[in-house]
């Protein structure tokens, strides 16, 4: 099986992945320091909490925004899996797809990743946008091309700025108002208000200008862990696919170990 892990800059995901199917994933907080051994030690309980050995995994793709973290990850795969990981982007692994914008080397391995995986389950042109750390929005032509996009806080970090600068704010939980009303009558209820409710309006608004700009139909694909806090409430989103970036990881593993035989 392949061990998928994509470090991103709030968690990182390890997914188990069989051919195609993903059969487990877990997520753990993005710690730099973090070594390959203390991996190791929480991955193994893991994987026999599934009743599966270390064994099982025969190749490592690994995927990440955090260059401090990579070392020890690279580390992980060499000294308790016994394989040299694939670093997407790098060597071999080389994403295969245009990144039609001014400076692409700074394009992050997941908005790259995305673009693979929902180029392949989607025609036309698309739209992905990616909750995490940071909002995404990424426009992914009808040839699977990169074609740039925007980057907004997320949605925590957003909480937390404000909260950080009021000293009188709560801080509150990230989940929709229970109240359709926009005029809240405290002050929890006004910043439930303001953080999801506005956040609402900023999607759909850069989805908006986006989509004009673009001038052509666009699907709109949402992902990251917090896509389904918003999906109720807006129907900007065509389909929401929470493990995009781990399939862009599979398949990127996969034509890079097809080219690799062909050779």
Do not use: C
């Not at 992980?76 to 692994?93: I, N």
């Not at 065509?238 to 170990?257: N, P, V």
């Amino acid at each position: 099986m392949l061990l998928a892990i994509d470090a991103g800059n709030t968690n990182i995901v390890f997914a188990l992945v069989d051919d195609e199917t993903i059969v487990a994933r877990w997520r753990i907080a993005t710690d730099p320091r973090r070594t390959a051994d203390e991996y190791a030690v929480w991955l193994s309980q893991l994987l026999a909490l599934g009743g599966r050995d270390r064994a099982v995994v025969e190749a490592v793709i690994i995927g990440t925004v955090v260059p401090r973290a990579l070392h020890n990850l690279e580390v992980l795969a060499s000294k308790y899996f016994g394989v040299e990981a694939l670093v997407a982007g790098r060597g071999a692994a080389t994403f295969g797809i245009a990144l039609d914008v001014e400076e692409p080397h700074t394009v992050g391995a997941d908005r790259a990743l995305n673009a693979i995986a929902a180029h392949a389950a989607h025609h036309g042109d698309l739209i992905v946008v990616d909750f995490g750390t940071a909002a995404t929005f990424d426009v992914v032509d009808y040839t699977g091309a990169y074609k740039g996009g925007i980057i907004a806080p997320g949605i925590n970090l957003s909480l937390d700025a404000l909260v950080t600068a009021a000293a009188k704010l709560p801080r509150i939980a990230i989940e929709a108002p229970a109240s359709k009303t926009v005029i809240g009558r405290n002050t929890a209820d006004q910043m439930h208000i303001g953080i999801y409710w506005g956040y609402i309006a900023m999607i759909e608004g850069l989805v908006a200008r986006m989509k004009a700009e673009i001038g052509r139909p666009v699907r709109v694909i949402a992902t990251g862990g917090l896509a389904i806090l918003f999906e109720k409430h807006t129907q900007v989103f065509d389909s929401i696919e929470q493990d995009l970036t781990i399939t862009g990881l599979a398949m990127l593993w996969r034509r890079t170990h097809i080219s690799a035989a062909t050779y």
